[in-house]
């Protein structure tokens, strides 16, 4: 069993797959008929780059299979007063073409409803009069993705956050799991110790090298010499707009690893890189 917090980070994970879907959120308290009284959840509206029709996921913040089944059952019951109730902010991951706002009825419902939970084989009924496609996903399913086993650490700049993204997201998408700092830190967690678990537990590490890494920040070359030192031979390197001048002048063997390289706003560069990372990640 998970608990919440790594539930939600699983949503993210499988989420950053579509990040170019627009999403509406807000927690919304329900209270539902069991021991446990109020529980929470979280609602989420989602829209795919390519229609304007949204699906809907929520994350249920219980470990009891009865109450949440019990919510589970309440949503499908009335998922069109909770999207009234969900009104927030509008979050859109950068460089998202839906860098607008949309009314959470201006466009048209797919049917699609996704649960997140905390435990497995939580059951539910569909009400008769509605066609809703339903998947609930536990901790079967986020084990069976690999989100448990990234198969490999990014390190970038905090300054290259865009081209990182893009990256990370092309290789989920093809569900290749990286471990990526945007996702798996938290409020309170102790940053340096999980960066340095996040290097141990992966089998290769990406490494981002631009002009902001090498010239900019301290933190990305301290994280640098860690991956170095720890595992020489599983260095991927991605030049980012890049000259092997400057490269060697950061590290004077890095020039000897074969490495991707990306000109700066190539979108043909890195859909190149993706899908090399993805090979060499998954089948070698």
């Not at 860098?99 to 419902?109: N, P, R």
């Not at 939580?122 to 496609?133: A, F, G, L, M, V």
Request: aromatic share 10%; hydrophobic share 35%.
């Amino acid at each position: 069993m998970f608990s919440f917090e790594e539930i939600k980070n699983f949503h993210k994970l499988d989420f950053l797959k579509g990040s170019s879907a627009l999403t509406l959120h807000s927690k919304v308290p329900i209270t539902s008929p069991s021991d446990e009284g109020e529980i929470s959840f979280i609602c989420y509206k989602h829209i795919e780059s390519n229609s304007t029709a949204y699906f809907l996921s929520f994350i249920i913040n219980s470990n009891s299979k009865s109450t949440i089944a019990s919510l589970m059952n309440h949503i499908l019951l009335n998922y069109e007063t909770i999207m009234l109730k969900a009104v927030g902010g509008i979050s859109v991951n950068p460089g998202n073409q839906y860098e607008k706002s949309l009314g959470v009825t201006q466009d048209v419902f797919s049917k699609k409803i996704y649960f997140y939970t905390m435990v497995d084989e939580c059951p539910t009924s569909i009400p008769s009069n509605q066609s809703i496609s339903v998947s609930v996903r536990g901790p079967a399913f986020f084990k069976k993705q690999g989100y448990l086993h990234p198969k490999a650490f990014i390190s970038y700049s905090s300054e290259d956050v865009v081209i990182a993204d893009k990256i990370v997201s092309g290789l989920m998408t093809l569900n290749c799991p990286i471990w990526y700092d945007q996702i798996q830190l938290k409020v309170g967690d102790n940053k340096r110790s999980k960066i340095e678990a996040g290097i141990k537990n992966a089998r290769k590490c990406i490494i981002l090298l631009s002009k902001n890494y090498i010239c900019n920040t301290r933190e990305a070359i301290k994280e640098f010499e860690g991956i170095y030192s720890a595992k020489p031979n599983d260095i991927l390197p991605i030049w980012y707009d890049l000259s092997e001048k400057e490269v060697r002048d950061f590290c004077l063997t890095l020039p000897n690893i074969i490495a991707e390289r990306i000109k700066k706003d190539n979108q043909e560069d890195i859909s190149r890189t993706i899908l090399s990372l993805y090979k060499l990640l998954m089948f070698s």
